[in-house]
């Protein structure tokens, strides 16, 4: 299991800067660098309000899946971190407004 380390502010998954969403998936598959990357589980909480409080707070996230073909981390498109961070502009609306900042391209 894979603790997300959101500071996506108005994200609906988002609380307390760490992700509530059961499965959290990483988008970007040609990406060669961090902005090449988003989390697509990504919702604004303008439109989706504040999931996170229909969480249960103490379990932690399944599963992150990733698709960025080249990220040292990821094995048959699951990641292997344990903890990962995902980051976005000021005022994120979109998922495409996000990176994973945890990218690692492979050597």
């Given at each position: 299991?894979t603790?997300?380390?959101?500071?996506?502010?108005?994200?609906?998954?988002?609380?307390?800067?760490?992700?509530?969403?059961?499965?959290?998936?990483?988008?970007?598959?040609?990406?060669?660098?961090?902005?090449?990357?988003?989390?697509?589980?990504?919702?604004?909480?303008d439109?989706y309000?504040?999931?996170?409080?229909?969480?249960?707070?103490?379990?932690?996230?399944?599963?992150?899946?990733?698709?960025?073909?080249?990220?040292?981390?990821?094995?048959?498109?699951?990641?292997?971190?344990?903890?990962?961070?995902?980051?976005?502009?000021?005022?994120?609306?979109l998922?495409?407004?996000t990176?994973?900042?945890?990218?690692?391209?492979?050597?």
């Amino acid at each position: 299991m894979t603790q997300v380390n959101c500071a996506v502010k108005g994200c609906s998954y988002n609380h307390n800067e760490i992700c509530y969403a059961k499965r959290v998936a990483i988008g970007g598959k040609g990406s060669t660098e961090i902005k090449g990357t988003c989390c697509g589980t990504f919702l604004n909480e303008d439109v989706y309000s504040n999931l996170a409080e229909h969480t249960d707070y103490l379990s932690p996230c399944d599963a992150v899946t990733c698709t960025v073909a080249i990220c040292r981390y990821n094995a048959e498109n699951l990641c292997q971190l344990q903890a990962i961070q995902v980051s976005g502009a000021e005022e994120t609306s979109l998922y495409t407004q996000t990176d994973c900042l945890s990218f690692k391209k492979q050597q």
